[in-house]
């Protein structure tokens, strides 16, 4: 599965990179990264949520690094979901803002299958990784992941509302709002 989003937020580049570059703030924002714990200087533990209730977790080095720039990493040894990719702080050309791209290469547990098995559930995951950088972009804006009145639980909503990316009605779909 390969991956790419981009945001811009209202903050300098070397802002944005900083908050990222603390992994433990990643857990904020990321709807399925329950923690990240920095391991050594270039590398860090990570524990995620996965389908069914499961967890995964995997040791990961950056493999490039360029101060209020770039950071790229790399899943090490036996990973159950292998991954790597690049986040990108570019400024804007306004100079008050910063473009934030994330490029991620991983492995989904069971090959189509497990795509397919994900979709079904609401784990779509284009969606998940927009998600995941408009969450970046409030708290890096406002100080906090702004919920509504109908999700204020924030990750725990998930299981009540499973993320799809937007689409027109099925035929199925269509004829049952027309009943109701």
């Given at each position: 599965m390969e991956l790419t989003a981009t945001t811009t937020v209202r903050k300098p580049a070397a802002e944005a990179y900083t908050f990222w570059r603390r992994f433990e703030n990643l857990a904020e924002f990321m709807a399925h990264v329950d923690e990240v714990r920095q391991t050594g200087g270039q590398t860090s533990h990570w524990r995620a949520s996965a389908p069914f209730g499961r967890t995964v977790e995997w040791d990961a080095e950056i493999t490039e690094e360029v101060p209020g720039q770039t950071i790229a990493w790399r899943s090490l040894g036996e990973a159950e979901v292998p991954n790597s990719g690049v986040v990108r702080f570019v400024p804007a050309p306004d100079t008050a803002c910063t473009e934030v791209s994330v490029h991620l290469v991983y492995e989904i547990p069971g090959g189509e299958l497990g795509k397919a098995v994900a979709k079904y559930f609401g784990e779509e995951p284009h969606q998940q990784l927009d998600?995941?950088?408009?969450?970046?972009?409030?708290?890096?804006?406002?100080?906090?992941?702004?919920?509504?009145?109908?999700?204020?639980?924030?990750?725990?909503?998930?299981?009540?509302?499973?993320?799809?990316?937007?689409?027109?009605?099925?035929?199925?779909?269509?004829?049952?709002?027309?009943?109701?």
């Open positions: 998600d995941d950088l408009r969450r970046f972009k409030q708290v890096l804006e406002t100080g906090e992941v702004v919920r509504s009145d109908g999700a204020p639980w924030g990750k725990r909503a998930r299981d009540e509302f499973p993320q799809r990316p937007a689409r027109p009605l099925s035929p199925d779909e269509r004829a049952e709002e027309e009943i109701a």
